[in-house]
C-alpha cells in the first residue's frame, strides 16, 4: 500500500514520484518527505528510493531512521535489502531488552517467507563512525540484575535471527573492524559489579539466545582490561 500527500505518476519510465511517503508492504513499513517507487511491467514494486526524514519500520522491532534509502524488492514486493545513508540510528526492542546504534552508513538485508510469514532482518552491516549500545535486564540468573554493551567500530557487521516464538530478531554473529571497543558491564541485583573492556584489530563474537554472549575473540593488538566495581582490575 502506497500513500503520499502529493503523486506524480509516469506511465512510460513506470515511476512514481511521492512527496510526503508513506509505504506499507507484508510486515514491515516506511515513510520519507519524497520517494520515487520503481514497477516492474507487471505493476510491482522493484525498487523505492526516498529522501528526507526516512523511517524504517517492521513487525520484529527493528526501526532505523536515515536521510537517504535505496530498497530492493523480490516480485511478492517484499523488501530484500535496504541501503540506508546520512545520520542513520538503529533501534531493535524485545522485552527486557533494547538495543540502539548509530552509523554514517548501513545495508539491511531481510529474509522473506512464504504467503504470511513476515520478513525479519538477517544482516545489516554499519561503515563510519559505529556505535552500539545494548542494555538487558531480566536474566534467568539474576532477573533483577543488567547487563551493559557497548561497541565502537569503523564498521560493524552483524548476523540476525528470528526469536523462537516471538516476532523479534536476536542477534547471533557480530564482527568489528577498524580499532573495535567493546565494553561490557555488569550489575548484579546483590554484590560488586564487573566491567570488561577489550580493543584490537578485529572483534568477532558469537551470541546465544537472548542476545547472551557466548564468545568474544580478538585478533591483532588485543587488549584486555577487567575491573570490578571496587576498583580491583587485571
Known amino acids: 500500500t502506497v500513500e503520499a500527500g502529493h503523486a506524480t505518476i509516469m506511465r512510460d519510465s513506470q515511476q512514481a514520484l511521492l512527496v ?34 526516512v523511517q524504517l519500520h517492521s ?12 530498497i530492493l524488492f523480490n516480485p511478492k514486493s517484499q523488501p530484500l ?3 540506508i545513508w ?17 552509523s554514517q552508513q548501513g545495508t539491511l538485508l531481510f529474509a522473506t517467507g512464504g504467503p504470511g510469514s513476515p520478513t525479519s532482518l538477517r544482516h545489516a ?11 538487558a535486564t531480566g536474566r534467568e540468573s539474576d532477573a533483577r540484575g543488567r547487563v551493559e554493551r557497548q561497541v565502537e567500530a569503523r564498521t560493524l557487521n552483524v548476523d540476525f535471527t528470528r526469536e523462537a516464538g516471538g516476532h523479534g530478531v536476536e542477534a547471533r554473529k557480530a564482527i568489528a573492524d577498524g580499532s573495535p571497543v567493546v565494553t561490557m558491564k555488569q550489575m548484579p541485583a546483590r554484590g560488586r559489579g564487573h566491567s570488561m573492556r577489550i580493543s584490537g584489530d578485529h572483534l568477532v563474537a558469537t551470541l546465544a539466545s537472548g542476545n547472551q ?6 585478533t591483532g593488538n588485543t587488549q ?10 587485571d
Open 20 to 53: 510526503n511517503a508513506s509505504l506499507e508492504y507484508d510486515t514491515a513499513s516506511g515513510r520519507a518527505d519524497q520517494a520515487t517507487v520503481f514497477f516492474r511491467k507487471d505493476g510491482t514494486a522493484d525498487k523505492v528510493d526516498a529522501q528526507g526524514h
Open 59 to 70: 513487525d520484529s522491532g527493528t526501526e532505523v531512521d536515515a536521510q537517504t534509502s535505496e
Open 81 to 83: 535489502e535496504a541501503t
Open 86 to 102: 546520512g545520520g542513520v540510528q538503529f533501534t531493535s526492542s524485545r522485552p527486557s531488552q533494547t538495543m540502539r546504534g548509530s
Open 125 to 135: 552491516e554499519f561503515r563510519g563512525g559505529v556505535r552500539f549500545d545494548e542494555q
Open 213 to 218: 554472549l557466548r564468545t568474544l575473540d580478538g
Open 224 to 233: 584486555v582490561l577487567d575491573e570490578s566495581s571496587d576498583g580491583a582490575k
